[in-house]
């Protein structure tokens, strides 16, 4: 059975820093990414990072400020959040896509993803 459990939210002044982390278990994963979702609006993409970590993708808005990066070995994805804002503030959730598949594709469409964390709450006052 699939698990993605997301873990390190939590409360941050503007301007701070948080990395969030997903560990995924029950089989092998390809592309894996972080999406999340404000109050009143809909799940979008964030960052997004190949099945061999060399190839990343990143939502206009957070590039410069987030880095996402994996450990296969221990089946984890993390997410470093540097020079947050308010509006950063959502529920971040990990999402993975199955393998075999591609080694260095990245996909940001959330439909393309199978596989889905409970989500983390990131908050972040001005």
């Known amino acids: 059975q699939v698990h993605l459990v997301e873990s390190g939210g939590g409360l941050v002044q503007a301007g701070g820093s948080l990395r969030v982390s997903c560990t995924a278990s029950g089989r092998t994963f390809g592309t894996m990414g972080w999406f999340r979702q404000a109050p009143g609006k809909e799940r979008e993409f964030v960052a997004a990072i190949s099945r061999n970590g060399a190839n990343t993708n990143y939502a206009d808005s957070v590039k410069g400020r987030f880095t996402i990066s994996r450990d296969n070995a221990k089946n984890t994805v993390l997410l470093q959040m540097n020079s947050l804002k308010p509006e950063d503030t959502a529920v971040y959730y990990c999402?993975?896509?199955?393998?075999?598949?591609?080694?260095?594709?990245?996909?940001?469409?959330?439909?393309?993803?199978?596989?889905w964390g409970q989500g983390t709450q990131v908050t972040v006052s001005s």
């Open positions: 999402a993975a896509r199955p393998f075999p598949g591609s080694y260095v594709l990245v996909q940001t469409a959330r439909q393309t993803y199978d596989y």
